[in-house]
């Protein structure tokens, strides 16, 4: 079975500076996907950013960034010029290849101080 | 907005009763996945169905049951509710791959919230 484990339960940022988020899986597949999602207060589940296993390019989307590394099985997600409403809870999520689930982390929340 | 929908939005019920969570996915998706998020399990994944039919199954109890419609609307069905059952029910659909396993990313709905009294 896989596993996302997050080890930050919170993490607190001061406005326009950067912060990191740490994912790590346990998985013995070659061929997967990695997600970033977020959940602001609104409770909606926001897809931020997502990886696949096979590209070796870390995948950016405007401010979010990821630092994949397989080898060592880690995802962690960068968020640069932090904003208020970065506020939220957010959760890494693995899917193999040819499966249908997700599987969750269980999400950092994420203050971010004015 | 995903364009994900679900409804209801929020549903107070008491135990022993039934209730029905309904979908509709994105337009164009043929894939929908049922997710239930609480405080103790987490995000957990519970059924997933594609263009009607049932593909795969999670933490589902037998008390729960699901399905997809021939417009692809689906509904989540909750019976002999508990207070445990208490929850955000997600909904969340993809675009797949004809008779595949889906490779695309699941977008969510904003959920419904349930409470058991």
């Known amino acids: 079975a896989q596993t996302v484990t997050q080890s930050q339960p919170e993490m607190s940022v001061q406005e326009a500076e950067t912060v990191t988020l740490s994912c790590t899986y346990d998985?013995?597949?070659?061929?997967?996907?990695l997600f970033w999602y977020k959940q602001p207060p609104s409770r909606q589940m926001i897809l931020v950013i997502r990886?696949?296993?096979?590209?070796?390019q870390n995948a950016t989307e405007n401010r979010f960034s990821v630092n994949f590394q397989k080898a060592a099985k880690s995802f962690s997600l960068k968020i640069s010029d932090s904003q208020l409403g970065d506020a939220a809870m957010y959760f890494c999520a693995y899917k193999r290849s040819n499966d249908y689930k997700l599987s969750f982390g269980a999400g950092t929340t994420v203050t971010v101080r004015a | 907005d995903s364009g994900v929908t679900q409804t209801p939005k929020h549903l107070i019920t008491a135990t022993g009763q039934r209730v029905t969570l309904r979908c509709s996915p994105r337009?164009?998706?043929?894939?929908v996945y049922w997710y239930q998020q609480s405080l103790d399990q987490g995000l957990q994944f519970l059924i997933q169905?594609?263009?009607?039919?049932?593909?795969a199954k999670g933490n589902i109890l037998e008390r729960f049951s699901a399905q997809q419609f021939p417009d692809l609307h689906s509904e989540l069905n909750l019976s002999s509710l508990e207070l445990g059952d208490s929850a955000l029910y997600f909904c969340a659909s993809s675009v797949s791959v004809s008779g595949g396993a889906p490779r695309e990313t699941q977008y969510f709905g904003p959920g419904t919230r349930l409470l058991v009294l």
């Open positions: 169905y594609y263009n009607g039919e049932e593909r």
């Open positions: 337009s164009g998706d043929l894939s």
């Open positions: 998985t013995s597949e070659s061929d997967y996907y």
């Open positions: 990886q696949e296993a096979y590209k070796q």
